[in-house]
């Protein structure tokens, strides 16, 4: 039989993350790859979704989520941000925010409409926009100073008369950084000249360090009219596994977006939204802790990579490090990446899969530190051998 997958999608067959996921445990490495945390989150609203379960709280929860759910949403993002989400109408429970972002992007796509995102970027934005029949325009983010970000004029360039969307993920995964203001103000402009409307993907939104401040965008004068602004418990709580996220804009784009997920899923899993609405009334002291456990270990991570001889881009937030591998004398971090676990025991991401055009991140390579210290320190004293290989090696 000739492939059955959909021309479409034949270019996302089988992701970086199970190849290397798979390599860990066959070789026993460890495993710097995955983007999920090896702690559970805070207890009390663990708790709560085993009473939701126990107390018979198991049939189809209402199709825009939990009440709830959707009032702490609202009450989160006014106490916050200062943005005022009405929890009728204006706010919408997903399946994650991976759910969000597709049923967007499906939402508000005709076949042939553009969407930009930067790359490199989250690997579901270029199958969401694929599955749309939409074309996805990258526009570049690159180390200046210390820190990945855009040239406005690449941003502006990447602008056609098809152009519906862009995809805004800040604190940004894979590269750590955390649009400034500024940035921000460059994307706002760009969507008001041009009437798109951002997709803004901030499951990073609480992590952030060194007291760097997440601006949502829709935030900043005329976005929220404009913004579709999505966020998930995974990354806030800990809680990747329970895949609940929501989606909060003005009524017409929550709309769109609910008419395409009732028919992606209809509704997201009932108990895990009860123990959410818990986590978010009651739960961020424990995020702040969490939040400055990450800083702790990034710094730890960061510091390991530097001794063992990378350049490491240090993030503002999110669970990751980019760092570049050529002062090792690696150039391909697809290369490395397949070799690191017979050279050091230790698994990594190659920052190369997240763009659309490889060859402008082939040099770097993700490294996650949402892991116990021990193990952020096992794999440190590991990667250490790359150096002195080299140096054996001359
Ligand atoms: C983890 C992650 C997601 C997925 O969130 P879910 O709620 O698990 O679907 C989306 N975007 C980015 C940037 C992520 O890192």
Redesign the pocket.
Known sequence: MSDPLAARMRAFGTTIFAEMSALAVRTGSINLGQ??PDTDGPAAMLERAVAAIGGGFNQYPPGPGVPELRQAVSEHHGDHYGLAYDPDGEVLV????????AAAVLALCEPGDEVIAFEP??D?YAASVALAGAVLRPVTLRPVEGRFTFDPAELRAAVGPRTRAILV?SP???TGTVFTRAELEEIALLCQEHDLIAVT?E??EHLTFDGVEHIPLATLPGMRERTVM?S????TFSV?G????WVCAPPELVRAVQTVKQFLTFTAAAPWQLAVAYGLRHELGWVLSLRADLQAKRDRLTAGLSAAGFDVYRPAG??FVQTDIRPLGFADGLALTRELPSLAGVVAIPTQVFYARPERGSHFVRFAFCKQDAVIDEAVSRLTRLGKAEDGSG
């Open positions: 983007g999920f997903t399946v994650g925010a991976t759910e969000a972002i970027y989250y579901s993920n940004h995964n894979p993907d499951v990073y999505i998930s418990a995974g990354k990747t329970w895949k609940t996220g999110t669970y």
